[in-house]
């Protein structure tokens, strides 16, 4: 599913040269950066997502923002 997002906050880092947002806001809600998610084979299992977490290009994973 793609997910329309803006970036919110500060950078809290950077992962293979890209931004990591401290927070994003998409048409379902707001999300905040939680972790970077595990490469498996240069791919990104889904497995590794919780309930309602977001999966972000290139490996960044958002967790609600309650």
Known sequence: MSHSLAAKGNQVGNFLGHPIAEKITT???NYVFDRIAENVDGEFP???LNK???LIRPGLIYRPDK
Do not use: F, H, V
């Open 46 to 48: 889904l497995s590794q």
């Open 27 to 29: 048409r379902n809600g």
């Open 52 to 54: 309602d977490e977001l």
